[in-house]
């Protein structure tokens, strides 16, 4: 299957600051990223959808004042948490669609954040 | 609002038995559904997808589709304790490329 780079994979800040996470795709082009959010025991939560060269679209409830997704190349996109709060503290994990028209989804290793 | 519905478990299955996992979901025009099996603190793999009424088979995994009473299913043949994890049904939504997830299966095997 494809692979999607996701960096890094732990990160522990203090409150106000941002973070950055990364998502790849290493081996192919990912015309749609998605970026979801899992807390302990709970489903996946889609957090945003983006496409490349295009505003990233959120779910209902996702601010994206705070949650700032660019998604600047076919193999690229990002996830900014800015003013971390510790109630943002969760797994994030980022998946990129290859547009081969079969919609499977491929997922970065995830992302946990702790904010202290 | 669409959903998937999935049987949260656990799922107890002694090892090198069929472990037998399902999914049901409400929207009608689905036409793409997938099974990714999440290890603790992992991220979800891909299984199996399937497009089309009936049976897929890969390996010791199977997937049934069954559009017109809108469910699919996981079997795991000859179950291993490596095989203990949560899976996750999802279904793409009609109309755009997201993925509607179901909430998954604890599937425990003991060996």
């Known amino acids: 299957g494809a692979v999607v780079s996701q960096h890094p994979s732990w990160v522990i800040c203090k409150s106000g600051t941002s973070v950055k996470i990364e998502c790849r795709s290493l081996d192919f082009q990912a015309t749609t990223m998605f970026w979801y959010r899992q807390f302990p025991k709970q489903s996946l939560m889609l957090m945003a959808t983006s496409n490349e060269g295009s505003k990233a679209t959120y779910e209902q409830g996702v601010e994206k004042d705070k949650f700032l997704i660019n998604h600047a190349s076919l193999t690229l996109s990002t996830l900014t948490v800015t003013s971390a709060h510790p109630e943002d503290s969760s797994f994030y994990i980022c998946s990129g669609d290859p547009g081969l028209a079969k919609n499977i989804q491929y997922f970065g290793a995830g992302t946990r954040l702790s904010v202290l | 609002q669409k959903e998937v519905e999935q049987n949260s478990g656990p799922l107890s299955v002694p090892e090198g038995a069929i472990a037998s996992l399902n999914c049901t979901y409400s929207?009608?025009?689905?036409?793409?559904f997938f099974w990714y099996r999440q290890y603790s603190g992992k991220s979800p793999e891909l299984i199996m997808s399937i497009y089309s009424n009936g049976d897929k088979e890969d390996g010791r995994f199977t997937a049934q589709l069954n559009k017109a009473s809108q469910y699919v299913s996981l079997l795991i043949r000859d179950s291993q304790p490596s095989d203990s994890a949560t899976y996750l049904c999802?279904?793409?939504?009609?109309?755009?490329?997201?993925?509607?997830w179901g909430a998954g299966t604890k599937l425990i095997i003991k060996p």
């Open positions: 999802a279904v793409k939504a009609t109309g755009n490329y997201q993925l509607i």
């Open positions: 929207d009608r025009g689905s036409q793409s």
